[in-house]
């Protein structure tokens, strides 16, 4: 039982609030106690509270136990609400087979010097990575995004990918594992330090398609279409560019 006063009279208002797995779990008020009036709910709040006051929204870190594994993770994609690079790393084993997998946990740690993505160990490409200390990251466009997306399928070990998603495996620079002809830009990495299923990666060549390095950023990004992941089922691509506040 929570108790909150308000207005000169300093009248107590009582309330319960029950906390569920469901839809409206994990609201909590972000309102001066002397502030909220409290008569039947969050959504009674007198309008000029609201408009001075935020009411923030807790996010639940845990999915409803009945929901299948495939339905867990992409319950917690919709709720990340942080857009995601799409890019495509590709490996190669011991026996010289290439993979190629969609990466969606990505992040430039240092421009044109170190990156950093997340993978399951269980991975192929986790595999080797590990093996070899050396990947590619491929930034693929919109015009492949069929294509991209085929190299998420969980083949069979040693399966090469690029052949399954019609891509064209190109040599790389300074590394073995190959560049994705059809993508617009590559980084090749060795690798530098892992830690679960984190790796970061020195980047020790990088190419791209000419039509990326040429005009001012804004043609470059029409030219690139550069992919993000929203959600769990659904992709964007950057829409308006805007300069940065100037330095106050």
């Known amino acids: 039982m929570l108790s909150f006063s308000w207005g000169p009279k300093q009248k107590w208002i009582r309330y319960f609030r029950k906390f569920s797995e469901g839809h409206k779990s994990g609201f909590k008020p972000l309102i001066p106690h002397h502030r909220l009036k409290m008569v039947g709910g969050f959504d009674r709040i007198e309008s000029d509270v609201r408009d001075e006051y935020m009411v923030k929204v807790n996010i639940p870190l845990e999915p409803p136990k009945n929901l299948s594994e495939e339905e867990k993770r992409d319950w917690k994609r919709d709720r990340s609400l942080i857009i995601r690079p799409i890019v495509v790393i590709t490996t190669m084993s011991k026996r010289g087979i290439p993979n190629a997998a969609i990466k969606t946990n990505f992040m430039v740690s240092s421009s044109l010097r170190e990156v950093a993505f997340a993978c399951s160990k269980e991975h192929d490409t986790a595999k080797n990575i590990l093996e070899t200390k050396e990947f590619v990251v491929n930034v693929p466009s919109e015009e492949i995004v069929k294509e991209t997306f085929v190299t998420a399928v969980s083949f069979p070990h040693d399966v090469n990918e690029l052949e399954k ?26 690798l530098k330090w892992h830690k679960e299923d984190i790796f970061v990666g020195r980047v020790v060549a990088a190419s791209a398609d000419d039509d990326v390095l040429k005009g001012n950023i804004i043609e470059r990004q029409k030219n690139l279409r550069q992919m993000f992941v929203v959600g769990a089922k659904e992709y964007g691509l950057i829409g308006k560019i805007k300069k940065m506040p100037p330095e106050i």
């Open 165 to 190: 998603a019609g891509l064209t495996a190109i040599p790389s620079e300074k590394v073995k594992p190959p560049r994705i002809k059809e993508c617009k830009a590559h980084f090749e990495c060795v």
